[in-house]
T-cell receptor, first 111, second 112 residues
Framework: AQTVTQSQPEMSVQEAETVTLSCTYD???????LFWYKQPPSRQMILVIR??????QNATENRFSVNFQKAAKSFSLKISDSQLGDAAMYFC????????FGAGTRLTVKP | DGGITQSPKYLFRKEGQNVTLSCEQN?????MYWYRQDPGQGLRLIYY???????QKGDIAEGYSVSREKKESFPLTVTSAQKNPTAFYLC???????????FGAGTRLSVL
């Protein structure tokens, strides 16, 4: 079974600084998708970024980028120029057939 | 506006009672999903459906039931057999089984 591990239960960053959230996963498949979702206090799950495993180029979405290391089964999220609105729970997810989520990292942004 | 609507936002269940959580989408998505989220944990899959009149169990289906009579609707019933139903329930949908999942705003279920 595929598992997703987020080893940082909590992270903190100063406003305007950069923070990296870690995620590792376990799979024997070669074709899959990886996601980062954000869950603010409203609890609505919002897609942040998606990475297809067959693509070597790391995905980017404005201030959000990933470092995808397929051989190491690592998928970290970098948030640049952190803003107060980035404070939320962040979930890493793996998808082959169904979706598997990590336990989440709570990000605090300090003004 | 297109989206996924979950209702109610808050729901209370009495002992021995079945309750049904609603999930409706107008995105014309084929696949729909139900997840459970407990405090401090990620999402766990309860049931999913890839087409109308068909659905499959996820990791924690015991004590739950679903139906998929219409493409737009995927209601979840929490039965009396679910002994620990207090949780946050999220519904999601995607164009197809391998695509991005979009989520509703969730339903908080508590036991009286």
């Amino acid at each position: 079974a595929q598992t997703v591990t987020q080893s940082q239960p909590e992270m903190s960053v100063q406003e305007a600084e950069t923070v990296t959230l870690s995620c590792t996963y376990d799979t024997s498949e070669s074709d899959y998708y990886l996601f980062w979702y954000k869950q603010p206090p409203s609890r609505q799950m919002i897609l942040v970024i998606r990475q297809e495993a067959y693509k070597q180029q790391n995905a980017t979405e404005n201030r959000f980028s990933v470092n995808f290391q397929k051989a190491a089964k690592s998928f970290s999220l970098k948030i640049s120029d952190s803003q107060l609105g980035d404070a939320a729970m962040y979930f890493c997810a793996y998808r082959r057939r169904d979706m598997r989520f990590g336990a989440g990292t709570r990000l605090t942004v300090k003004p | 506006d297109g989206g996924i609507t979950q209702s109610p936002k808050y729901l209370f269940r009495k002992e021995g009672q079945n309750v049904t959580l609603s999930c409706e989408q107008n995105l014309n998505h084929d696949a729909m999903y139900w997840y459970r989220q407990d405090p401090g944990q990620g999402l766990r899959l309860i049931y999913y459906s890839q087409i109308v009149n068909d659905f499959q169990k996820g990791d924690i289906a015991e004590g739950y039931s679903v139906s998929r009579e219409k493409k737009e609707s995927f209601p979840l019933t929490v039965t009396s057999a679910q002994k620990n139903p207090t949780a946050f329930y999220l519904c999601a949908s995607s164009i197809a089984a391998k695509n991005i999942q979009y989520f509703g705003a969730g339903t908080r279920l508590s036991v009286l």
